[in-house]
């Protein structure tokens, strides 16, 4: 195999195979410039991927070191890759570890390089830097002692003090992550899987990119919406490259061979459409029994059910799918786009503001407010912000003013006994929802482990039953993201918010109760 040398006046000429007890600081430089290159002699492959089969340890599955020669997902994404992109994938395509190995490849080839691997929990971000620490433990003696010398490697960071470059690896889960940093190669590792809210952490990152600097956000789906499914969706129009490998692609996705005659259409189709093998089918038919309902996510086969099939939603997926295509916008917004109107106050019409308070704080949920009008039940205008107590109140009270003054129904749970406080003292709105619409009944709407299904089925029944009454393109985000959790419960999956959708289901039941007792 030959390498390409490049000559001040920009020609090119035939390098002698690469040895790696030859490389030292002045070849490693100048690899590093032309790591992207494709020699006609490397039919294809890139410069990086040469020197990682020549350079580069990985663990095999039998526990062997082996040279970290690119299979065919990891192939694929060469042929495609950009300065930013998205990987949707199925579980165990080697693309954790491919990241892993052209990020370090640039670290050590290019001083001054700071790389940033952010995993989604602990157990995740040590395997990544025994991947990594394998890399430098079989570099040849003379990079170790030299040019590639650590001063620094634990606590997941290894700093090559020689070039001034530095790989880190860190969780999601720290805030922190990337803070006071100048990062020029980030690798994003199971997105979808990041705890708390994945769009913050991952705009403080974007924060930390210096100019030109490579991205790759990668992860298996969960479910729709969320950060990872968000980034997917915009990637045509945020310029990101968008990298899908189904399960199929990897070859020891195998089983024995089923009989030709047991196959069903669908089966016949995807054969027919992907090239798939007797042994492919074998092997689907196997995950299929094992999964289940998971399949999709674990096993992806398209960009679009793989999402669609996972994450276990309460609500009606299709319908709502089918009304964000054609929700409205807004036809005003305040309060620098917390607060959204589409249907204003109509003079003789009654309305209720339904609330669902939260703390207040920057970094916690949202206090979220939903004014619907009584007699249809229609979405006028939507709050969601993180304020609380007596601003929560205030805003609460000046929108059901504003509203004809509508009812007030305050979540009366946790933050909501002091905003109902605030709102009958400092604000002394009268029009307050009393528990099961009696005026003798108890201020709030108490959300109980009876309560709290029945308005959710409510509010599915009525995405179903009248989409076009829903307006928020928000409100349906979190519909997409609300899920059904392992141990029976319901809510936001991880990095999602669910304030919107318990305001509306609130704002329903009572809306109900309220119709009953007029």
């Known amino acids: 195999m030959t390498l390409i040398r490049e000559h001040a006046g920009g020609g090119k000429e035939p390098e002698p195979p690469l040895h790696p007890e030859g490389l030292d600081r002045a070849e490693l430089a100048r690899l590093g410039r032309i790591l992207d290159l494709r020699p006609a002699s490397l039919r294809g492959g890139t410069v990086a991927m040469a020197l990682a089969g020549y350079l580069l340890r990985v663990r095999t599955r039998e526990g062997f070191a082996a040279p970290l020669k690119a299979n065919a997902v990891q192939t694929g994404f060469e042929r495609r890759r950009g300065v930013r992109n998205i990987v949707l994938k199925a579980r165990q395509m080697g693309m954790t570890t491919w990241a892993a190995g052209r990020f370090f490849l640039k670290t050590i080839t290019r001083p001054g390089t700071l790389t940033l691997e952010v995993a989604h929990t602990q157990e995740a971000a040590e395997e990544i830097f025994r991947i990594v620490h394998r890399f430098v433990d079989w570099l040849p003696d003379g990079l170790r002692e030299g040019p590639l010398r650590t001063s620094r490697a634990n606590v997941r960071q290894i700093v090559f003090p020689e070039i001034d470059s530095e790989y880190r690896v860190v969780t999601a889960g720290d805030r922190n992550a990337g803070r006071g940093l100048t990062v ?12 708390g809210d994945a769009a913050e952490t991952l705009a403080g990152l974007r ?11 990668e992860s298996t789906p969960q479910g729709v919406g969320g950060c990872f499914h968000d980034e997917w969706r ?14 199929w692609m990897e070859p020891r996705y195998r089983a024995e061979a089923v009989d030709e005659a047991s196959l069903t259409d669908e089966e016949r189709a995807l054969m027919a459409q992907h090239r798939l093998s007797l042994r492919q089918i074998g092997y689907r038919r196997r995950i299929r029994a094992d999964f289940r309902g998971l399949t999709a996510q674990e096993y992806a086969e398209d960009d679009e059910s793989c999402f669609l099939a996972s994450g276990e939603s309460v609500f009606e997926l299709a319908v709502v799918e089918e009304r964000l295509k054609t929700a409205p916008e807004p036809v005003e917004r305040r309060r620098n786009g917390e607060l959204e109107l589409w ?4 003079a003789g019409r009654e309305y209720l503001v339904a609330v669902d308070p939260a703390g207040g704080g920057s970094l916690g949920d949202y206090s979220a407010m939903e004014v619907l009008e009584l007699e249809t039940g229609l979405q006028c205008a939507e709050f969601a912000g993180h304020v ?5 109140a205030r805003l609460a009270a000046e929108l059901g003013r504003e509203y004809n003054g509508a009812w007030l129904v305050v979540e009366r749970n946790n933050h909501g006994s002091g905003v109902l406080a605030h709102l009958e003292s400092s604000c002394r709105y009268e029009r307050i929802y009393r528990e099961g619409g009696r005026r003798e009944g108890e201020a709030g709407w108490l959300t109980t482990s009876l309560s709290r299904p029945a308005a959710l089925g409510r509010l599915d029944a009525a995405l ?8 928020s393109r928000r409100l349906l985000g979190e519909c997409r993201s609300f899920v059904r959790m392992a141990n029976g419960s319901t809510g936001a999956r991880a990095g999602t918010h669910d304030d919107r959708v318990m305001a509306m289901a609130i704002g329903l ?7 009953a007792k007029s």
């Open 184 to 195: 020029q190669n980030l690798h994003c590792s199971e997105l979808a899987r990041w705890p």
């Open 207 to 217: 924060a930390a990119l210096a100019p030109g600097a490579e991205v790759i956000l």
């Open 234 to 247: 915009k990637a045509p129009e945020t310029g990101m490259v968008r990298h899908f490998f189904p399960w």
């Open 343 to 346: 249907l204003p106050p109509v």
């Open 388 to 392: 609380g107590g007596l601003e929560l």
């Open 464 to 471: 179903v039953e009248a989409p076009r009454r829903f307006v």
């Open 509 to 515: 039941a009572a809306r109900e109760e309220l119709l």
